[in-house]
């Protein structure tokens, strides 16, 4: 298996990590009660930052060979930018309305709660058909020597979650991971 579809990998598994913890957080909003806004800020600043400085660019570059090794594959796989764009453009809305409920815009919960679940679905769904079909098509079509082009152009893009030096602005929702991570050891609900 190529390492660079390893780190798409572990990078999913962190984006899967972020929606379960903003996935909590909503859920304690869904409630009436008082989320923790400071995390769900951070959770929406990930991935206003990272997937498209690091991550998505990893997965075009695999995708522009893929088109070129064999576009019948990457023609089953869609339209991976535009998926990548609607993201985008799903994440403008829930930071909106987290900033609307913060300066207290009149919202309804019900709305606030359907946008952030259609984010996390969506985000979901897109990785779902990554995995399913995009990373085996990839595995199946490059060659060595692509998958030796790919490193090279994405050597410097590492995910700020699990990097040793965790940038200073993701430290507190790396935290807030590792707290659901024990409470979830241990049986205790969160």
Not at 47 to 73: G, S, T, W
Not at 103 to 115: C, G, N, P
Not at 168 to 187: N, Y
Request: one cysteine or more; hydrophobic letters at 40%.
């Amino acid at each position: 298996m190529s390492y660079v579809i390893e780190v798409l990998r572990q990078e999913h598994s962190s984006i899967e990590r972020l929606l379960r913890v903003l996935e909590r957080e909503l859920n304690i909003f869904d409630r009436g009660d008082r989320p923790n806004y400071e995390v769900i800020l951070a959770v929406i600043d990930y991935f206003e930052d990272y997937p498209d400085r690091c991550h998505h660019p990893k997965e075009d570059v695999i995708f522009e060979n893929l088109k070129a090794r064999n576009a019948v594959a990457a023609a089953t796989v869609g339209d991976l930018k535009g998926e990548h764009r609607e993201e985008a453009r799903r994440l403008r809305r829930v930071a909106k309305a987290i900033r609307d409920v913060l300066s207290d815009q009149a919202m309804l919960r019900e709305a606030v709660v359907d946008i952030i679940r259609d984010f996390i679905d969506h985000e979901r769904q897109h990785m779902a058909l990554e995995e399913s079909l995009f990373f085996p098509a990839a595995l199946n079509a490059l060659r060595a020597e692509d998958w030796a082009d790919v490193a090279l152009k994405l050597a410097d893009q590492s995910d700020p979650l699990v990097r040793p030096s965790v940038e200073e602005k993701f430290s507190i929702l790396r935290r807030h991971i590792m707290e659901l991570e024990e409470e979830a050891k241990a049986g205790t609900p969160g």
